[in-house]
């Protein structure tokens, strides 16, 4: 103790044994609690010490404990668990190969868009009807349409839609409806309502639920396949959908990647259509690796070239714990896209062409017997002598593919213009007088006639007296030889030649021509038939001489194709010889980087130039096209043939074949028009419009690995 304190009591001894205490007190107080509090401090550092070697020690107890009941106590059943990862493989959609012109301008490309989608697990069974009927009230605010390929008309009385008989005969099998052959329209609608228990609703909506309801059960609606109810929404509707669904149980938005064509008014019956996957279809397809909800090509390219199309689909892996846990989620094989397929189609001639038939149809008329026949149909068709590439091909009244699946019944009804039918691969038409070059080419190859065999045109032609078989008499009459009998269109002519050569050297001719024949095209296309014996014992009528002589004019049961007529023009334009007719120009890589397959000219046929019939053809041919003031003015020889047949005894249709230039062939026409005429002046403005697409060649070089706009 310092001398300056003053004690009144001091009291030493230790405190936890560790520490020595001394406190002292004076009379100043301050000093004594200020001791006080230097040795309470020091305690409470301490004891916050003891605590945390406390729960260190306590932690490591627990974690002891828990390790021990891991691997000792339950050790046998997580690694039970561990061992019973469940992996769900789900499919990643490969995006679909594009389709595109000669020279790589897209036609049929892919796009993201969202689709609004049906989630079996997630829509309460009893329900569906409910949900359905709210959701098509959404899409009806908005406009939108949605899915429904019911093939039953939209409104009472019903009836089946045209050119569905198969899915007609689909919906009543066994496998859905269960019902007879014969069943009508109302009888499938009251078989739906009754197996999906639609009641409560109007008659409209009622339609509008079974062919929803009728829909889902074809795509297999379940647990593992979810069905596509709309497709290609707007944003704002998926934004309304996502809000209201709390009352659209099982209804989901789904982000895809779908069919957008790039105009969907050029050569759509060439594009084809695609469409899902019906049940009696999965059973073939499933071995190639579709799924049950995915799409197919349904025609033209798209379903001739579904195997270059369709891409590999990828897989994704997830694997979940016995309660649940998704442990993992990986891609195990990624999707490889479809190849892109090039046309021989020029995407600017197919438009080009496709506006002058659809001006010529709707601008001209023809006065018959009855007085005036409107043309309301026809085609075109332009083929690369050299190659026998499609470079156009168009058919009026069309379509736009965009509208396809909304507007289908529409189409359908349609029973004159037909909009659906491709009349320049499906059309079957007489061919008229284009089809005396056959038998010129015949003729004069068989030596039947030669340059200046004479054959007196008297108008009636008097080998048969009690048939009433004339000639029109356009220009000509007397002794005539072939090129003036070609130049003029003489029946009369023809008709004796023809008989001469006989029916067998006719169908000859023909077929090596490329009528009444295939031509070689990838997609579907009729064959039609040339008049004979037996086609004529097939359709229950007699056969005489005189049929030889209206076969030989174009006549009779003969019916042909505008492409296999455009066909019959390569063939004279090449001489000859006859190329197979193709519209596939190569199969693309997705990126272009390689070329999977590219597409050769094959000759088809070859008919020998024999004592030069074809120069003698073309001769009378170059005549006819000077006759047309219009070809006249392009200011270089074009070899063409004309026809008027006949449909029936008061309304007959327009026909011109021929190719450009005469004397360096390139180009081979074909145009048919129905209940229509002056399809001569056609011809020149096809030609200017190829002329067109040959200028903008540079622009759009022929370079597989270059896509242009």
């Known amino acids: 103790l310092h001398s300056f304190h003053t004690p009144l009591l001091c009291f030493c001894g230790k405190y936890d044994a560790e520490i020595s205490v ?81 020279y790589g301008r897209p036609l049929a490309i892919n796009k993201v868009g969202f689709n609004i989608v049906f989630d079996r697990a ?41 050119g569905k008989d198969q899915e007609i005969k689909t919906m009543k099998s066994r496998e859905y409806l269960r019902l007879n052959t014969y069943a009508t329209a109302q009888d499938c609608m009251d078989a739906l309502i009754q197996k999906f228990e639609i009641a409560g609703y109007d008659e409209k909506k009622t339609r509008q639920v079974a062919g929803v309801r009728y829909q889902m059960m074809i795509s297999d609606f379940s647990v593992y396949n979810r069905y596509t109810f709309a497709e290609d929404v707007p944003a704002s509707l998926v934004a309304t959908v996502k809000e209201l669904s709390y009352q659209l149980a099982g209804v989901d938005i789904s982000e895809e990647t779908m069919r957008n064509y790039v105009s969907g008014t050029i050569a759509p019956h060439i594009i084809g259509t695609i469409g899902p996957i019906y049940a009696e279809e999965y059973e073939k397809l499933k071995e190639k690796g579709y799924q049950m909800n995915g799409i197919v090509g349904k025609s033209g390219v798209e379903l001739a070239m579904e195997s270059y199309l369709k891409g590999t689909d990828g897989i994704r892996e997830i694997s979940q714990n016995t309660k649940g846990n998704v442990v993992s989620d990986n891609v195990s094989k990624e999707p490889v896209p479809g190849n892109t397929v090039m046309l021989t189609i020029d995407k600017y001639l197919q438009q080009g062409v496709q506006n002058i038939l659809e001006d010529h149809i709707l601008n001209i008329e023809q006065p ?194 505008p492409l296999q007529m455009a066909a019959q023009a390569m063939t004279l334009a090449n001489k000859g010889t006859r190329y197979e007719t193709h519209i596939i120009k190569s199969i693309q890589s997705y990126n272009f980087d390689r070329t999977i397959q590219e597409t050769k000219p094959v000759v088809a046929a ?87 697409t040959k200028t903008m060649q540079p622009e759009y070089p022929q370079t597989v690995q270059t896509l242009l706009p």
């Not at 690694?79 to 995006?95: F, G, L, M, Q, Y």
């Not at 005549?623 to 392009?634: F, H, M, N, S």
């Open 22 to 102: 001394c406190i002292s007190f004076d009379r100043n107080r301050t000093k004594a609690q200020k001791g006080m509090v230097i040795i309470m401090e020091k305690s409470k550092e301490r004891l916050r010490l003891i605590v945390l070697v406390l729960l260190i020690v306590a932690v490591f107890l627990t974690s002891s404990f828990r390790l021990m009941e891991f691997q000792v106590v339950n050790g046998a059943s997580y690694r039970e668990d561990a061992n019973n990862i469940t992996v769900s493989k789900t499919t990643i959609t490969a995006a679909r190969g594009e389709i595109v012109d000669r």
């Open 122 to 162: 997630f829509m309460p069974k009893g329900e569906e009807n409910a949900i359905i009927s709210r959701l098509i009230d959404l899409l009806e605010k908005s406009g939108v349409e949605w899915v429904d390929e019911l093939p039953i008309t939209p409104a009472q009385p019903y009836t089946f839609l045209e």
């Open 368 to 561: 018959n017997k009855k007085g005036t026949q409107r043309a309301f149909a026809g085609a075109a068709v332009v083929l690369d002598v050299k190659t026998g590439e499609v470079l156009a091909c168009a058919t009026y009244p069309s379509y736009d593919i965009n509208d396809y699946r909304t507007q289908y019944s529409t189409l359908a009804a349609d029973k004159k213009g037909i909009p659906l039918l491709n009349r320049a691969l499906k059309g079957n038409y007489r061919p008229g007088s284009t089809f005396k070059t056959v038998v010129a080419a015949g003729a004069l190859s068989e030596g039947t006639i030669n340059r200046n065999t004479l054959i007196n045109c008297t108008r009636i032609y008097q080998r048969f007296p009690t048939l009433k078989m004339k000639c029109l008499f356009i220009g000509h009459s007397g002794n005539i030889n072939v090129v003036t009998a070609i130049r003029k269109s003489c029946n009369i002519f023809f008709y004796e030649t023809g008989i001469n050569l006989g029916i067998d050297k006719i169908n000859e001719y023909a077929h090596a021509m490329g009528l009444g024949t295939q031509t070689g095209l990838e997609i579907a296309t009729d064959t039609g038939a040339i008049s004979s014996p037996e086609r004529s014992k097939k359709l229950g009528a007699q056969w005489s001489i005189g049929n030889v002589a209206q076969t030989s004019i174009g006549q009779l049961d003969t019916v042909v194709t």
């Open 606 to 692: 070859k008919l020998e130039n024999k004592n030069g019939a074809f120069d003698i053809i073309k001769e009378g041919m170059i005549g006819a096209a000077k006759d047309v003031p219009l070809i006249k003015k392009l200011g270089y020889d074009v070899a063409i043939k004309t026809g008027t047949p006949q449909q029936t005894s008061t309304i007959t249709n327009s026909a011109v074949i021929g190719y450009s230039p005469a004397d360096t062939p390139e180009i081979a026409i074909s145009i048919y028009i129905e209940q229509g005429s002056a399809s001569k002046k056609m011809v020149s403005r096809v030609i200017q419009a190829y002329e067109k």
